[in-house]
């Protein structure tokens, strides 16, 4: 499941879930007064650790900017003319690496003897990777200079929001462990359509064909390559769309807590190959039917999504 703050955690156990595939680090970020240091930070990531007990939990760093304004922020700076587009998410953590730092200290110091899997977000190049994983590496040194404990197993991954990535997948595969497809923010660079416009949000379908063609098309490299693949974008809460990414192969899928219960159900009820051979005929689709041809397999096989 999809989490953020505390609350949350109770949800994993009552949803059902398996573990959490989003983390979001910055809801803690934006509900605190300033920004939290090493201590706090470590003291919220055990926390979160403790609750999870032997569920993995998937930590994004930090991603503020975009549509996650920090109240405390410098409010001196000239904001970007397209935010989702400037400077955000990583692209902060690199210009200010202290800021980064801090945090994936805080996160290894509350993972000291067990497993810690930390993604960094709105990964464009794979050189923007090399370098946050070369922070990582320092705290790492660091941990190890002064005797702290390091976690058991440690899992280093991106979030693929960004296309430009796709070309670079060859150069990105042996580095990472795994990969969480952000389809939000996929969906919204790769049609240009801003994804809070409401003007827009019946336009583009993450059910057309191009969109499915092209996650279809990145779960067989994952899979090829041995790296874990899931999607947390909010396609994936929606039964009728988890069903197509189901049929499209992937086995790993990150929702909000309240949408695991009815997604087990439609899976239950689901033929896997069916829908998959179903599908094959639907990625040269070239107008907006893939939907409700969808649905009409769904309904043929007697459960309403
Ligand atoms: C996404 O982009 O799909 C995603 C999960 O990140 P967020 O919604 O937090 O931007
Ligand atoms: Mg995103």
């Known amino acids: ?44 990531y055990t926390r979160i650790l403790d609750e999870a007990a032997d569920k993995p939990v998937m930590f994004r760093t930090l991603y503020i900017g975009g549509d ?12 970007d003319e397209n935010p989702a587009m400037g400077w955000r998410a990583i692209r902060v953590g690199l210009d200010r690496p202290a800021l980064l730092r801090t945090q994936l200290r805080a996160l290894l110091h509350a993972a000291a003897g067990r497993h810690l899997a930390v ?12 370098v946050a994983r070369r922070i990582l590496d320092l705290e790492l040194t660091r941990l190890a200079r002064r005797n702290v ?14 296309p430009a990535l796709i070309w670079q997948l060859e150069q990105l595969m042996p580095l990472i462990d795994f990969v969480a497809i952000g389809s939000n923010d996929l969906a919204q ?33 994952f899979n090829e390559a041995g790296v874990r ?46 829908l998959s051979a179903y599908m094959e005929n639907l990625y040269d689709s070239a107008d907006h039917s893939v939907r409700e041809k969808l649905k009409d397999f769904a309904l043929d096989h007697g459960f309403v999504v």
Do not use: W
């Open 189 to 221: 660079f790769l049609f240009a359509a801003d994804r809070a416009s409401p003007r827009l949000s019946e336009r583009y379908d993450v059910l057309a064909p191009g969109f499915l063609r092209l996650l279809h098309s990145l779960v067989e490299r």
């Open 149 to 162: 404990p390091a976690p058991s197993k440690l899992e280093v991954g991106v979030m693929f929001e960004v």
């Open 229 to 274: 693949v899931s999607l947390c974008g909010e396609m994936a809460g929606k039964p009728l769309d988890a069903m197509a990414l189901i049929g499209i192969g992937f086995r790993s899928l990150s929702v909000a807590p309240s949408a695991v219960g009815p997604i087990k159900l439609m899976i239950r009820r689901l033929d896997v190959g069916e």
């Open 1 to 44: 499941m999809n989490a953020g703050l505390l609350l949350d955690l109770p949800h994993l156990e009552d949803s059902g879930a398996e573990g959490i595939g989003l983390f979001r680090t910055e809801l803690q970020f934006i509900v605190q007064p300033g920004l939290p240091g090493v201590k706090e930070q470590t003291e919220i």
């Open 68 to 79: 996650k304004i920090l109240p405390y922020q410098d409010g001196s700076r000239t904001p």
């Open 119 to 130: 993604m960094f977000p709105m990964v464009a190049e794979v050189s923007e990777f090399i």
